[in-house]
Each structure stands twice: as structure tokens, then as C-alpha cells.
């Protein structure tokens, strides 16, 4: 069995929650209200630009130059996504973006962040893992089952398409290549971080549906 199967398989009730969480379900019929999506793609937007710095440190830890340039890539997609946002949905919605990053945002980039800076090419790479696989899996479930016409049908495409299937291939292999040669220690530390970082994007999904805010 492959290491990302096991991954798959212990984070299998997270990714379960994921697709039943109201904002997931919501989005599938078009029914998720525009001011949840709003705050949503804000809040993306500050996790993107994030999320692409800890790919390209991910690039300096790699071994060589081919998953560097597949790091680098995969960054320079997430500024690229990043900047779509802007030029469409900054451009369609009034978003205000004053607000800075809410708690489940704030954890979860800070998270990717530092586990980029201080742990090994291999937790690293466990912990971006599911910012690429759970996606994928949550933009073909609601893909596959969309209510249409839909609203938000620009973002499911985007999801469910061919372009970032491949990336999140690449990403796969990277990360079972690393499990083969890595020990067992190590692996228990990836499965870690595959989890930690699973139940960020649940946090992240749900934070969007309550529009959260700081306590204080
Ligand atoms: C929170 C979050 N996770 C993953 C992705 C896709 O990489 C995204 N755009 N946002
Ligand atoms: C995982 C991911 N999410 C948005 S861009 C990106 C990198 C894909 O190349």
C-alpha cells in the first residue's frame, strides 16, 4: 500500500466532515449565501499568498533540482490563483479587505509557515499535502454532484479541473518517493502533519461559514 493511501485513510473521517460541512454542501447547490463566499475568498486570497511561501521554502529544502523547479511551480500557481481572485472576484463582489487574516486563516497559514522554516523536507511536504489532495477531492465531489446553474461554478471548475489534478499527482509521488526512504520515525512524524494540516482546512472551511471573527 502506498504511504499516501495510509495518509488517506487516517484522514478519512476529517475529509468526511469536510464534505458534509454546510459551506461545502452549500457551495454544491449554489445555495452558500454570497457574503459567506466573500469572506471565503478573502480569506483565501491572504492564505494563498502564504501558502506560496511555504511551497517555495518547501523548493529549498528538496533534494534536487527537478522537485525545486516543482516547488517553485507549484508557489508560483498559488500566486498566480492568488491574482486571479483579484481580477475576478475583487472585481465582480465589493470584498472588504481590511479585516486581516480571522483565527482559522491565521492558523492555518502559520502553521504551513513554520513547519516550512523549522521541520524537514518531509514533514514539510506531508504538511502542504492536503492544500493539494483535499482540494482535489472536494472539487470533484461537488463537481460531480453540483446543482447547475451554479454561482460559484468558476471556482469548482477550477478545482475539479485537469490543470491542478496534475500538480496535486506531482505532489503525491513526491511525498510517497520521500515515505519509501524515510524512517519510521520520520513517516509517524509526516502522518502528523498530514493530519494537523487536514484538520486546518476543516477549521479554514468552517471559519468561512461562521465569518469569524477575533474573540478580542
Ligand atoms: C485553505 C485552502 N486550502 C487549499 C487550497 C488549494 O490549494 C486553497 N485555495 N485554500
Ligand atoms: C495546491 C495549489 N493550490 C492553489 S495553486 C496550487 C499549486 C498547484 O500548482
Not at 19 to 27: D, I, T, W
Not at 155 to 169: C, L
Request: proline share 3%; net charge negative; hydrophobic share 45%.
Amino acid at each position: 500500500m502506498k504511504f499516501t493511501e495510509l495518509l488517506w485513510a487516517e484522514a478519512l473521517p476529517i475529509f468526511e466532515q469536510i464534505k458534509l460541512h454546510p459551506f461545502n454542501q452549500e457551495l454544491k447547490t449554489g445555495t452558500l449565501p454570497l457574503e459567506k463566499f466573500k469572506f471565503y475568498i478573502y480569506q483565501d486570497s491572504l492564505y494563498l499568498a502564504d501558502f506560496a511561501r511555504a511551497l517555495a521554502v518547501a523548493g529549498t529544502k528538496a533534494g534536487n533540482s527537478h522537485e525545486l523547479l516543482d516547488f517553485l511551480q507549484f508557489a508560483q500557481n498559488a500566486i498566480l490563483v492568488e491574482r486571479a481572485l483579484h481580477l475576478s472576484y475583487f472585481k465582480e463582489y465589493v470584498i472588504d479587505y481590511q479585516s486581516g487574516k480571522a483565527p482559522g486563516c491565521f492558523a492555518y497559514t502559520n502553521y504551513l509557515m513554520a513547519t516550512s522554516a523549522f521541520e524537514s523536507y518531509e514533514v514539510t511536504v506531508a504538511a502542504l499535502l492536503p492544500c493539494f489532495w483535499i482540494y482535489k477531492q472536494v472539487g470533484d465531489y461537488i463537481y460531480a454532484n453540483q446543482s447547475t446553474p451554479n454561482p460559484y461554478q468558476n471556482w469548482i471548475n477550477a478545482y475539479a479541473g485537469e490543470d491542478f489534478a496534475y500538480s496535486v499527482q506531482k505532489a503525491l509521488e513526491i511525498c510517497d518517493q520521500l515515505a519509501g526512504q524515510a524512517s519510521e520515525a520520520t513517516r509517524k512524524k509526516m502522518t502528523e502533519a498530514y493530519v494537523t494540516a487536514s484538520r486546518l482546512e476543516y477549521v479554514f472551511w468552517d471559519s468561512a461559514y461562521r465569518s469569524e471573527g477575533w474573540a478580542v
